[in-house]
């Protein structure tokens, strides 16, 4: 086992089937982390099947697992091969195992799911329990509302995981704003091991060409629902309110690649006829296009929120409220101290409510207004910690 910084490995498991959320605090930590450390080499397991489409630092990179996807009754079914459930999840649980047990990490990371996808990283826990391998538990600053957490957990035995199986727990957020944990059954042994640090800043990409990102003419309001899987009642109040005013503030909106084709398409076509609006389905260069925004409306996942933060943008959120409470948690949590506003996604969503919404925007504080800087220093830690526990 390497053991000195010079020359270590980060293995990284997020269980991502669909979304954006958790590969992107999974690359955003890896590139962090490669920047700090010079000999150090990350490698990311994932089932996200559109991972291929971003760009990754030198010494970072990535194994896709085969991959599945959440049907509407919440079972889970393969999304690329012809073979049952139980021999998916069967190949993804020995691809895991067996990179593990090469790669032999200091560090194993995994991502929010204390067991991974239907307890396919336990055997890999419990592998690292005989070794050298610090076994670690990323959190979100909000994961649901107590009481659908708690039932959760119950159902997936977690709380012996946490107990047995993990050294740490990091938690990507200050508890002074919100403890993920808050309300559970844990036993003192595992606050004992949980540590907090700040939300993870975001930085714009370096050595990207600027001249061929598709900016709209400027200014402009940047609407993103993230991945876009549950963006639809979103998208289309926001459209409404400009297909109604054709004097609000350019927007751009970037749709999301996971949103289904029939109403991306009709979408697209909606907003092709207005003047004022630009549509576009995908873009890995959100950052950019955000940087460059005058202000953002979002759903406000993890790395939304992030990233408004670090680019000190004023923000409206419809946070979602299905299936878990995380984003209408995050929101109200945001704009008790004034960070953003907010508006209710399960509303009537009235056109008119929502070009109010957007007119208050535009005279809203940026975040910068409050002190930031300690509500940002996640990566700092991240990278602090991990130092720490290598070099032991």
Aim: charged share 25%; glycine share 6%; proline share 6%.
């Amino acid at each position: 086992m390497r053991s000195k910084l010079n020359n270590s490995r980060l293995l990284i498991y997020s269980h991502d089937s669909f979304g954006l959320g958790h590969l992107r605090r999974c690359r955003t930590i890896a590139h962090e982390l490669v920047d700090r450390y010079k000999g150090l080499s990350v490698l990311i397991i994932t089932g996200s099947p559109i991972i291929g489409r971003f760009d990754f630092k030198a010494r970072v990179d990535f194994i896709r697992i085969p991959g599945v996807i959440k049907l509407h009754n919440g079972e889970y079914t393969s999304l690329g091969l012809l073979i049952d459930l139980a021999d998916t999840l069967a190949l993804r649980e020995s691809i895991i195992l067996n990179t593990s047990k090469v790669f032999k990490p200091d560090i194993f990371l995994v991502d929010k799911e204390p067991g991974g996808l239907k307890d396919e990283v336990i055997s890999t826990l419990e592998y690292f329990k005989d070794t050298d391998t610090q076994c670690i538990l990323g959190l979100r600053d909000v994961m649901d509302s107590p009481a659908l957490l708690k039932k959760e957990w119950q159902k997936k035995n977690v709380m012996p995981l946490l107990e047995n199986l993990y050294d740490e727990l990091w938690v990507y957020g200050p508890s002074e704003v919100s403890n993920p944990l808050k309300g559970l059954d844990i036993k003192q042994m595992v606050t004992d091991k949980t540590l907090f640090g700040g939300y993870l800043p975001r930085q714009l990409p370096q050595k990207i060409d600027t001249d061929s990102i598709n900016f709209p003419e400027r200014p402009y309001i940047l609407v993103t629902p993230g991945g876009g899987g549950d963006g639809i009642e979103m998208i289309d109040w926001v459209l409404r309110a400009y297909e109604s005013d054709p004097s609000l503030m350019p927007a751009l909106f970037v749709l999301g690649p996971f949103m289904p084709a029939t109403e991306r398409n009709e979408f697209l076509r909606r907003a092709e006829v207005l003047p004022h609006v630009d549509a576009l389905t995908f873009s890995n260069h959100l950052e950019h296009l955000m940087f460059e925004a005058e202000a953002v409306i979002a759903m406000g996942g993890y790395n939304t929120f992030c990233e408004i933060l670090s680019f000190d943008k004023p923000a409206m959120i419809l946070p979602r409220t299905q299936p878990r409470e995380e984003q209408l948690i995050r929101a109200r949590n945001a704009a008790s101290i004034g960070l953003l506003s907010m508006l209710d996604l399960d509303s009537e969503r009235a056109t008119e409510v929502m070009v109010d919404g957007i007119l208050k925007l535009l005279q809203q504080d940026k975040p910068s207004k409050h002190k930031l800087d300690k509500l940002l220093n996640g990566l700092d830690f991240v990278a602090d910690r991990f130092g720490e526990l290598v070099a032991k």
